[in-house]
C-alpha cells in the first residue's frame, strides 16, 4: 500500500482529491499564500487567518485584543454538560478537532461545566447560538445575521457574530464582555433593516469570512440559515 500511495497512481491522485477539500489550492500546489491569511505561529508552521474586509489588523475595527479573564457580569447559564446539545454536523467537528477544540470540549462535558465557561465563549456578550436553535457556526432558522466583534481567547482568536430577528430561545447568556447589539451596524440584518438581537455565533479565525457588497453593504459570508 505504501509503495502505491508512494507512486504518481490513481491512489495517489485520490488523496490529492480529497486533501484538497480540506487544504488551499495554493499550499498544495506549491503556490504563496497571501499574506493576509497567514498568522505567525510558535512553531514555524502555517496558520489560516480570517479573510474579507474588517477582519484582519490593521483594518479590524472591532477586535477587543485579549478576552477578559473575568466575567464582565453574571452570567445566565442553566446549561450543563450532560444536557448540552447534540454535536455539531460531522464538517464542523472536523475543524474543531483540528483546531483543538474538541480535547477542551470533552474536557468540559466530563466535568459538568456550565455553557458560559467554555472558552470559545470567553469574549461573549449574549445568548449563544448553540444553545439558541443554532450553533457556533450557523444561525437559528428565521434569523439573519448581522456584524460582529473579536477576542484573543484561550481557543485562539474568535469572531462573535450576532443573529438578528426571529423569535428568542434558550435560558443561556454569557456575559463576558459588554457589546452593542450589532443587528443595526453593518451585515444581512442592517441591510434587510433588522435590528432585533437573537443570539451571538462564536466562529474560528480561519473559518470567518466577510464579503464587500458595494455601496457600504457588507456581509459575513456562510453563517445564515
Not at 504518481?8 to 506549491?30: I, M
Not at 485579549?66 to 444536557?83: E, F, I, L
Not at 468540559?108 to 470567553?122: I, Q, T
Not at 443554532?134 to 443573529?163: E, Q
Request: proline fraction near 10%; charged fraction near 20%.
Amino acid at each position: 500500500m505504501c509503495k502505491q500511495l508512494g507512486r504518481q497512481t490513481f491512489a495517489s491522485g485520490f488523496l490529492d482529491w480529497v486533501s484538497s477539500w480540506f487544504l488551499p489550492r495554493a499550499v498544495l500546489s506549491g503556490g504563496p499564500i497571501p499574506s493576509w491569511r497567514v498568522s505567525p505561529v510558535p512553531d514555524g508552521s502555517i496558520m489560516l487567518m480570517a479573510d474579507g474586509p474588517m477582519t484582519t489588523p490593521p483594518n479590524a475595527p472591532t477586535h477587543r485584543g485579549t478576552a477578559p479573564s473575568t466575567p464582565q457580569g453574571t452570567h445566565r447559564d442553566s446549561v450543563t454538560s450532560p444536557n448540552r446539545p447534540d454535536d455539531p454536523p460531522w464538517w464542523a467537528g472536523f475543524w474543531r478537532w483540528v483546531l483543538h477544540f474538541r480535547e477542551k470540549e470533552e474536557a468540559d462535558r466530563k466535568a459538568g461545566n456550565h455553557g458560559c465557561e467554555d472558552v470559545r465563549y470567553h469574549g461573549m456578550h449574549g445568548r449563544p447560538c448553540r444553545f439558541a436553535g443554532g450553533s457556533d457556526l450557523r444561525c437559528p432558522r428565521g434569523t439573519t445575521s448581522g456584524w460582529f466583534w473579536s477576542y484573543d481567547t484561550p481557543a485562539g482568536r474568535i469572531f462573535y457574530v450576532d443573529c438578528c430577528g426571529g423569535t428568542p430561545q434558550g435560558t443561556v447568556w454569557c456575559n463576558w464582555s459588554q457589546e452593542p447589539n450589532w443587528c443595526s451596524a453593518w451585515g444581512r440584518a442592517a441591510n434587510a433593516s433588522i435590528s432585533t438581537y437573537n443570539c451571538t455565533l462564536a466562529i474560528p479565525d480561519s473559518l470567518m469570512k466577510t464579503r464587500d457588497l458595494g455601496g457600504g453593504k457588507f456581509e459575513v459570508v456562510g453563517v445564515d440559515p
